[in-house]
């Protein structure tokens, strides 16, 4: 179950189970300590993939959703953090790169990609990054090529809380929800709030 902090990690989930997903939260991966690159000082703490949502009915890809949660207030604008990114930019009180460092660190991305098989045994996957909004269009993210190289042509994807919210919404019944977030959701509705 996701923290009751995170709205976005809550609400993403929420998404796969509709979609028919087991879900998992924070999933640790690190990079392996005999890996060439690998520095101690900076390679010692864990990250995680914030959800994981595994559904036995697909093939390929789409089997496994590997989600990085940015609730970020002022969204994702695409260029502006690969640009961040590439530039080496503080953003935060830290490097713009190190939230997102399975996409552009190989042995985070190596270890990125070790995590997601251990944990569902399949060898494909979707990344996805869950956005409060998006400032821009999705394929500059989706198909940036040094994203795409670290997650070996496996797709990536760039979800909206805005598209979560609607098809939630739209396939919520009056049975009480499984998650907390579902049932909040059916509560808006049964208030006649629209989403």
Same mark, same amino acid.
């Given at each position: 179950?996701? #923290?009751?902090?995170?709205?976005?990690?809550?609400?993403?989930?929420?998404?796969?189970?509709?979609?028919?997903?087991?879900?998992?939260?924070?999933?640790?991966?690190?990079?392996?300590?005999?890996?060439?690159?690998?520095? #101690?000082?900076?390679?010692?703490?864990?990250?995680?993939?914030?959800?994981?949502?595994?559904?036995?009915?697909?093939?390929?890809?789409?089997?496994?959703?590997?989600?990085?949660?940015?609730?970020?207030?002022?969204?994702?604008?695409?260029?502006?953090?690969?640009?961040?990114?590439?530039?080496?930019?503080?953003?935060?009180?830290?490097?713009?790169?190190?939230?997102?460092?399975?996409?552009?660190?190989?042995?985070?991305?190596?270890?990125?990609?070790?995590?997601?098989?251990?944990?569902?045994?399949?060898?494909?996957?979707?990344?996805?990054?869950?956005?409060?909004?998006?400032?821009?269009?999705?394929?500059?993210?989706?198909?940036?090529?040094?994203?795409?190289?670290?997650?070996?042509?496996?797709?990536?994807?760039?979800?909206?809380?805005?598209?979560?919210?609607?098809?939630?919404?739209?396939?919520?019944?009056?049975?009480?929800?499984?998650?907390?977030?579902?049932?909040?959701?059916?509560?808006?509705?049964?208030?006649?709030?629209?989403?």
């Amino acid at each position: 179950m996701a #923290s009751k902090e995170d709205i976005l990690e809550q609400l993403v989930e929420e998404f796969l189970i509709h979609r028919g997903y087991f879900v998992r939260h924070n999933i640790k991966f690190l990079p392996r300590k005999d890996h060439p690159d690998f520095v #101690s000082k900076q390679d010692s703490n864990h990250s995680d993939i914030d959800v994981m949502g595994f559904n036995p009915k697909l093939k390929g890809p789409n089997r496994v959703w590997a989600v990085n949660c940015k609730s970020w207030q002022a969204g994702l604008n695409p260029e502006q953090k690969i640009k961040q990114i590439r530039e080496n930019k503080i953003v935060s009180g830290r490097e713009a790169w190190r939230g997102f460092r399975e996409l552009v660190v190989p042995k985070w991305s190596e270890a990125f990609i070790s995590s997601v098989k251990e944990a569902t045994g399949e060898p494909a996957f979707t990344y996805v990054t869950a956005v409060t909004h998006l400032k821009g269009t999705p394929e500059t993210w989706e198909q940036h090529p040094l994203f795409v190289a670290a997650m070996e042509g496996n797709p990536i994807k760039v979800v909206t809380l805005k598209e979560m919210l609607r098809e939630v919404s739209g396939v919520l019944s009056s049975t009480v929800a499984g998650t907390e977030f579902g049932r909040t959701l059916q509560l808006f509705k049964a208030a006649g709030i629209d989403l």
